[in-house]
């Protein structure tokens, strides 16, 4: 079934204690489509960059089954760019860079094809926007997930709290659900996060995994694959989304099951994409390797026990 | 069959943002013992105390099915003492007081009954005193599990590695394990660590849960249960470590297949010290009560996938 993908398009440049690359196909609506498209073929892309960006790549997101109508493309304005800079860790970095450029004054338009998606994922954009998106929608779509981050948290918290109240699937990091709730305990902060609106509510924790809970006290835990080397953690989070809602909208089945599988599915794609620069290592991936793939998270958290009282 | 344990039995002194204690009974050894007690009926311990210590809690140990002969009581001298402040976070806490007192001289003495022991766990103390227990031993017990801290790293590496070689299972943290192998990646870390001997090496991550890895390449991870609340995390690691090898001796089983299922055991236990100070949550736990806390675990991890090119 259809999957709507809002979110940026972009370069980046990134530097890591592994290498250093110059500006390369990014952004999270990029990261988004190719682990989204693996398990989907009728992607929709809702996204603008400007005339420097490379038409090479909007044909190599094309031919991934991506629906380009939606991406504008601004004459005589520039891409935008973010470049960063790796700690040893991995786990924290340094913005060395953020031009904005076309995503100043990105006003989302949704070409009518668009507009009776089944399934959405609203990328991490300015509220106001991923709002515009959805009141564009003619029919409520099955699905509706939403990326965000602490800072429209500190500027356009309203706003924020208005998108939240019209979707299905919020996934943040563990310290913005900190900051969204006001409770150090992930366990309360999701419930207080459920209660603004969101049927479910997907906890990021990087190299510590995700936790999704259900507004009936169900949780599940999907812990990330150890690797013996984290290559660059660029896009984790977004091929992580990508690959939830691309197997939700490929199984159309959104029971807690089944968004069970999908976070595994999800952090999967996340542990391919940290393997190699940008989308690399997840362009062509064969169904063989993401099921083994897939495998060695059930082999990691899966045991039997008999419990004496049963 | 029998579990030697050995370990510290102390006074500890404990500030939360919950709340604080005067002196209460603490120690490795002690969570160690009623979260192994609570599985397996053959305890051995050794350990010493001052004269001060309170003759109702080796009582309690005793009923508990906890045999005290080992436990050296050192009369005119005051046992160890160790008092901390846990911060907001509860994840970083400060010490502000360690008496060693009887540990300074500690001479760990094996009663006769003891140098059989099936299975041995040696709680975090100097690798000395952990090489002279086992130099007493007069059979090579099943499993030999052994938890240390980076302090012994820092001031006694060579006894340590010493102490390494002669053990099955190393239960360190993920900061211990960077430590002891230069390594930052937690995958490359336990390769090099299960090169100076031990056949298992647990990474103990906290609130991130905890990785069992083997010589052959087999990793398992269990989480950690999102609690609503973490009262007091003092002996949470010792608990765990108690689990893990009260399980393994209740069953007198070292496949890898098994420790799977100890250290989810272990994770239970660690989740009930957490909710109270002390060992207070331990004590009288019932079969029902456990039995739905390792529920509790199967639900958060176990799914099942089909695997499209199964």
Chains 1, 2 share one sequence.
């Not at 990330?224 to 660029?234: C, G, I, R, W």
């Not at 691309?246 to 099951?257: K, P, Q, R, V, W």
């Amino acid at each position: 079934m259809s999957l709507l993908v809002v979110g940026t398009v972009a370069f980046d440049a990134i530097e890591t204690p592994f290498g250093k690359t110059d500006k390369i196909i990014g952004g999270a609506a990029t990261y988004i489509s190719h682990a989204a498209a693996y398990h989907t073929g009728d992607i929709q892309l809702v996204s603008v960059v400007g005339d420097d960006f490379p038409e090479d790549a909007i044909k190599s997101m094309e031919r991934n089954g991506v629906n380009t109508e939606g991406l504008q493309i601004k004459q005589g304005e520039k891409s935008f760019f973010w470049s960063g800079r790796y700690h040893n860790d991995m786990n924290s970095r340094d913005t060395l860079v953020t031009e904005l450029n076309v995503l100043e004054n990105f006003d989302p338009v949704l070409p009518e094809s668009y507009k009776t998606a089944d399934y959405v994922l609203l990328g991490n954009l300015t509220p106001a926007v991923q709002i515009r998106v959805l009141e564009q929608m003619k029919e409520r779509p099955k699905l509706i997930a939403m990326d965000t981050m602490n800072f429209w948290m500190d500027v356009a918290m309203d706003d924020l709290k208005k998108a939240i109240a019209m979707i299905d699937v919020l996934t943040i990091n563990d310290e913005e659900a900190r900051q969204l709730s006001g409770e150090y305990s992930l366990v309360k902060a999701a419930k207080k996060i459920l209660e603004m609106g969101p049927s479910y509510l997907v906890i990021k924790k990087g190299e510590h995994g995700a936790l999704l809970f259900d507004q009936n006290g169900h949780v599940f835990f999907a812990p990330a694959l150890p690797l013996e080397e984290v290559f660059d953690p660029t896009g984790a989070g977004d091929s992580f989304a990508g690959g939830f809602m691309g197997y939700i909208a490929a199984t159309g089945d959104t029971s807690f099951e089944n968004l069970k599988r999908a976070i595994i599915v999800g952090s999967a794609m996340a542990s391919f994409t940290v393997e190699k620069f940008g989308v690399e290592r997840l362009k062509g991936l064969s169904d063989v390797e993401v099921d083994a793939r897939i495998q060695k998270f059930v082999d990691l958290v899966q045991f039997e026990i008999d419990l004496t009282t049963a």
